[in-house]
């Protein structure tokens, strides 16, 4: 039995240490190249799996040899594959820098990621599993099908909008939880999102706009939920941040795999803040994802 089902992108990570992100013109040098297991979608798989979820991916590598490594990560982390395509493109890549404060900047090369289509969504619809794990690193037609399909099957909808873009509003209906950070947030709303009112009064926004559960995550001022006329924040941990990647689909993971144990919406989210915080004292994307028992030896200390 299939828990979670995640749509969405594989990549592989081409990242780099730099002491800061160069200007325009500028080169400056950085440490050896890493190639790191990555995408959005996957990072998302590895979370949830690591956090004991029975997890299964839908996407499409390339036919270079980053297709074959990135399927190996998933596997080697319990992630059913079985409907992880391989077509003649390239497979996705990041190209990331991450300065010496551990933030990142990133530049996505879709390849393969690019043409996960509605057919392959139907490719898995044998599977009904509880929740379905999307977001934009795929085309957003895809997802909006993806996301009418969970719903005719009865699976819940965690749609993460990232990166952010605009998308349609029947897929804000459609999910059961929409988890944007502040960037996503005023992308979707075209209003400044900079602290907890802002926040607040953007998510409230998206409320109108038909979404049902909003859960905006705010680094180290941990998350906002807004749902219905309920507002909570929930405080994160401090911790010393060495790469901020993947910190939101730790985050996604984490927050998944409470909801299917049964947790509350803020009792998982205050889980899903642990899984993120502990995400970022690592560095790289799938290496840094927190295991379950990690993550309550973490929160219990
Ligand atoms: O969320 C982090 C991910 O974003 C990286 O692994 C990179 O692949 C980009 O998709």
Request: hydrophobic share 45%; charged share 20%.
């Amino acid at each position: 039995m299939t828990d979670v089902l995640v749509i969405g992108s594989l990549n592989a990570d081409l990242v780099v240490r730099a002491p800061y992100f160069p200007k325009p013109g500028e080169t400056i040098s950085g440490d050896d190249l890493q190639i790191i297991p990555g995408g959005k979608g996957a990072n998302q798989a590895v979370a949830a799996a690591r956090q004991g979820a029975s997890v299964a991916m839908l996407g499409r590598v390339g036919s270079d040899s980053f297709g074959p490594f990135l399927l190996d990560s998933l596997k080697s982390n319990q992630v059913d594959v079985t409907h992880v395509r391989a077509d003649d493109s390239a497979t996705g890549t990041a190209t990331i820098i991450v300065d010496g404060n551990g933030q990142n900047s990133i530049v996505l090369s879709a390849g393969a990621n690019g043409k996960v289509s509605p057919a392959d969504v139907d490719s898995a619809s044998a599977l009904r599993p509880k929740l379905i794990l999307l977001q934009l690193e795929i085309p957003i037609p895809t997802v909006l099908y993806a996301a009418q399909r969970a719903r005719q099957n009865g699976s819940r909808v965690i749609l993460n909008p990232a990166p952010a873009k605009s998308i349609p509003d029947e897929l804000i209906f459609l999910a059961d939880f929409i988890i944007p950070n502040e960037t996503e947030l005023s992308l979707l709303t075209g209003m400044e999102v900079k602290n907890i009112p802002s926040a607040e009064k953007a998510a409230k926004v998206m409320l109108t706009r038909g979404a049902k559960n909003v859960i905006v995550t705010l680094g180290s001022k941990g998350a906002l939920v807004v749902s219905g006329t309920q507002m909570t924040q929930v405080d994160t941990y401090k911790v010393e941040v060495v790469d901020t990647t993947a910190a939101g689909d730790a985050f996604i993971g984490g927050f998944a795999s409470a909801l299917l144990r049964g947790l509350e919406i803020e009792k998982a989210v205050k889980y899903a803040n642990a899984c993120g915080a502990l995400a970022t004292t690592k560095f790289g994307a799938q290496p840094s994802l927190p295991t379950r028992e990690e993550t309550e030896t973490f929160i219990s200390s």
